[in-house]
């Protein structure tokens, strides 16, 4: 059963940064999708980034972004720490949410939370204005 476990939020003013990062242990796909999700109160969960992870060297690591975070947001992976992170710069107001990393050892849609297995507690980020 693969855990994760994310850090890194907190309260930021409108234009300022901060890096989530997310460990994860007992999971170690031949493939499979890592993503940032995020929840605001009222509203479904929706996907920020995704890194599709590339299978014995072929293909590079795919990246993927909601249009409203892209060139805002960059997620990478460290495959030798099990961590993910996505860095987030010249944050907004409605960036305010819980987020969430994920993951699945299945490759589909990267946006969609019924793609993934795996869930993390969430840590919530605040932007105020």
């Known amino acids: 059963q693969a855990q994760l476990a994310e850090s890194g939020g907190g309260s930021v003013q409108a234009g300022g940064s901060l890096r989530l990062s997310c460990v994860v242990s007992?999971?170690?796909?031949?493939?499979?999708?890592m993503a940032w999700f995020r929840q605001a109160p009222g509203t479904h969960r929706t996907g920020v980034a995704a890194?599709?992870?590339?299978?014995?060297?072929?293909?590079?690591?795919?990246?993927y972004y909601r249009d409203s975070v892209r060139h805002r947001f960059t997620i990478s992976r460290d495959s030798s720490k099990n961590t993910i992170y996505l860095q987030m710069d010249q944050l907004k107001p409605e960036d305010t949410a819980m987020y969430f990393c994920?993951?699945?050892?299945?490759?589909?849609?990267?946006?969609?939370?019924?793609?993934?297995?795996?869930w993390g507690q969430g840590t919530q980020v605040t932007v105020s204005s």
């Open positions: 007992n999971f170690s796909p031949r493939g499979g999708l």
């Open positions: 994920a993951a699945t050892a299945e490759v589909s849609t990267w946006s969609s939370p019924g793609t993934y297995t795996y």
């Open positions: 890194v599709y992870i590339a299978i014995n060297g072929e293909n590079e690591n795919t990246y």
